[in-house]
């Protein structure tokens, strides 16, 4: 059972008029569902109720329709229509005991209004500050206005109250919340009582916070969510001054979320930021209140949770993504399980989903969003179908996770490596500069494997369909893997275009083999994601030149979507490699590449010693090809079904791989549904009309 170093993590604490049955708090998290996937989002938050979670909140929810953020979907509260939907997601929250939290969020300067086309209203007129660069400005609110916000927070919290809610958080964080522009210079340039000094900044907080405490505060806890440092230099809401205001306003609400800068510095990667590193940041501010605080840090260790507690440093741990990615932590804890704990890698794939507009996924749970579209439980499979045996061939990622899967669901399993170690493309990608954390993939899996009598797994197996037919397992998943492209097809190239034979060229692979460059390298990044930007890092440290071409307007442009981007970027400047942005590789000759303008053609010379090429990846589908070819020796080898899955079947990011994994495990020995669709989506009523 659970470790006594871990009780204080189980201690009740209060928030105002209610009391959370621990110290697990899961702060608002987006989910890319909101309101067009409100089941899927409600039945995903259950799962966390069901890990033991003590609160659990909802994403950001637009508390009024003067205020919204398309094209990003959240949740809505606009009318009393949306009370139901958001009733669904509270009852499914305080399952199991937690309280339920809505976060109402009102954008201001953040909302561009692009659906409801309202003029939108901040604190200060200003352009609207997305990550659209939306060409809209706002309008100050004027002393009506104010009157009609506070009058509308009200109301919210009212709806909140019947939509079943036990707390409220009012946002004031990430640059998102109306609550941060008045306090923040960089957005309050109001010259009457609500601009000017901290106090007069403080006064819509403090006004809205009474008249919530008048409506519902005798039933439902307030909570504050503000960044603990604008992260803007002198003009933003310092860390200094966040003390300042918290200590002025000590009993304000009856909690405060403390969260950091922008989302980008908040969901920090695990390339780039530690477990804990908000740490200096909150140090102390427990002290400047007398009501208990929340903080983030990726965190996924229990010692490191207690720590935090016992030091005095926080009162509650705060976490999204370690919650995505095992909402079973603090159960876990509690039944002295910590080396089940499936730790978040800090990849950041989840906020893609917010990000895409599509929905969220996880590398380290693929059951994530899909809790109620497939009705996946995050610790439970399905019981096992008929068959009885599988053959599982590659150990990366996707392989290892059907293994896993499988060998839950009770069948055996023979999972073939052709190489001596497990995880495949993570094996190798965990050692990259700053990747070690994505190491986690490989290592939660090798320990369940170990721990299930029904896997075997065979090293320096590399199998063919000879050896296949010849062992006759009833089912076969291929996970086989890719490799990457030498002759740079991708996106600007869809066909080989010339090379010269005397140019060393390089792909990713061969990197990662150790073979690596030397002298002046153009790294030509047609992938777009982490891969090229990760490796023109470890050439830097190799001590070579490097020059990044690419064809698109950012480095690693995908992780925009990641939230990386900009510190992708910033990296990369710092270590001395030069951007070529816009510019795609027309030719290489022996001792250069020829570039040339994605607009205009314009070609250019430059010399250089050495290129990698970071296209695209060849899956590695011949021996599912083969098999294919010998169907009909099929039925005398005891082969029932041959399925390719992750990489070798189409390349994508890792936790793609493990979805495929999962979802073989899953539908294994599944009825044929012909051309239905796989999963379960909600279609909005048509109103009458
Ligand atoms: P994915 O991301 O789809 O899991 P990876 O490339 O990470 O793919 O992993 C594929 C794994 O499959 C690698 O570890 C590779 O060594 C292994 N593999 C590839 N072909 C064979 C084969 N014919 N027999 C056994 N293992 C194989
Ligand atoms: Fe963590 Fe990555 Fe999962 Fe997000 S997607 S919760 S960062 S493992």
């Known amino acids: 059972m659970r470790d006594p170093r871990y009780d204080i993590l189980f201690e009740p604490v209060q928030i105002g008029p209610v009391t959370a049955k621990n110290r697990f708090y899961q702060v608002p998290h987006c989910n890319g569902g909101g ?381 073939a490596e052709a190489g001596t170690t497990l995880g495949g493309r993570v094996a190798r990608e965990r050692l990259l500069p700053g990747l070690s954390a994505w190491g986690r993939v490989v290592d939660y899996r090798e320990y369940q494997i170990r721990q299930k009598p029904n896997v075997e797994t065979y090293f320096d197996s590399a199998l063919d369909a000879e050896n296949i037919l010849e062992f006759g397992f009833e089912h076969v998943c291929l996970a086989t893997g890719a490799h990457w492209r030498r002759d740079g097809v991708a996106r600007q190239h869809v066909v080989p275009f010339p090379t010269d034979a005397a140019m060393p060229l390089f792909t990713p692979d061969d990197l990662m083999d150790g073979t690596l460059p030397t002298g002046h390298v153009v790294v030509y990044d047609d992938d777009h994601y982490y891969m090229g930007g990760v490796l023109a890092e470890l050439l830097v440290q190799k001590g070579c030149n490097v020059t990044l071409v690419t064809p698109a307007a950012h480095v690693s442009e995908w992780t925009l979507n990641t939230l990386e981007q900009h510190e992708i970027h910033r990296r990369l400047a710092k270590m001395g490699v030069t951007v070529e942005l816009n510019r795609g590789v027309t030719a290489v000759g022996a001792r250069h590449v020829e570039t040339n303008c994605m607009f205009t053609d314009t070609r250019r010379e430059m010399a250089c010693d050495a290129v990698l090429l970071v296209s695209s990846r060849v899956e590695h589908n011949g021996v599912y090809k083969d098999l294919q070819a010998h169907k009909a020796a099929w039925a005398d080898a005891g082969i029932k079904s041959v399925t390719l899955i992750g990489d070798a079947n189409a390349p994508g990011p890792i936790a793609w791989a493990t979805y495929a994994g999962h979802r073989y495990a899953r539908e294994l020995d599944a009825p044929d549904i012909g051309d239905a669709l796989s999963f379960r989506r909600e279609i909005t009523e048509l109103a009458v009309d």
């Open 35 to 415: 309101y067009r996937d409100p089941s899927a989002a409600a039945a995903m938050r259950g799962a966390k109720a069901e890990g033991g979670w003590g609160v659990i909140f909802t994403e950001q929810c637009e508390m009024h329709h003067s205020s919204e953020i398309t094209p990003f979907i959240e949740l809505r509260l606009w009318e009393d229509k949306d009370i139901p939907m958001l009733r669904r997601m509270s009852e499914a929250m305080k399952g199991h005991g937690a309280l339920a939290g809505i976060q109402l969020a009102y954008s201001g300067v953040n909302g561009p209004n692009l659906y409801t086309k309202e003029v939108p209203l901040a604190v200060s007129a200003q352009p609207i500050r997305t990550f659209t660069n939306d060409p809209v400005q706002a309008r100050a609110l004027d002393k009506t206005d104010i009157r009609d916000l506070r009058r509308w927070f009200v109301t919210a919290a009212k709806r909140s109250k019947l939509a079943g809610f036990d707390l409220i958080c009012l946002y004031g964080a990430h640059g998102f919340g109306i609550f941060q522009h008045f306090l923040s210079r960089a957005t309050n340039h109001r010259g009457d009582e609500y601009g000017g000094s901290l106090e007069n900044r403080s006064r819509f907080a403090q006004e809205v916070v009474a008249d919530i405490r008048d409506a519902v505060g005798d039933t439902m806890g307030l909570t504050m969510r503000v960044s603990l440092d604008e992260s803007i230099g002198d003009l933003g809401f310092s860390n200094a001054e966040v003390r300042e205001f918290i200590e002025m306003n000590r009993d304000l609400p009856d909690l405060w979320d403390l969260a950091q800068g922008t989302w980008e510095d908040c969901s920090g990667p695990s390339r780039f930021t530690e477990e804990a590193s908000q740490q200096t940041l909150v140090q102390g501010i427990r002290e400047l209140t007398d009501r208990p605080i929340v903080g983030v840090g990726r965190f996924t260790s229990p010692d490191v949770m207690a720590k935090m507690i016992r030091s005095g440093t926080l009162d509650f741990i705060g976490c999204a993504r370690p919650s995505i990615a095992d909402p079973f932590l603090p159960k876990k804890i509690e039944e002295g399980r910590i080396e089940d704990i499936r730790e978040c890698i800090g990849c950041n794939i989840c906020i893609t989903g917010d990000m895409t507009m599509s929905i969220s996924r996880c590398t380290q749970n693929p059951t994530f969003m899909e809790e109620w579209r497939k009705g996946w439980h995050p610790e439970t499979m399905n019981v096992k179908g008929e068959s009885r045996s599988v053959l599982v061939v590659g150990a990366g990622p996707a392989g290892l996770e059907a293994t896993r899967a499988l060998a839950d669901r009770g069948y055996d399993v023979a999972l």
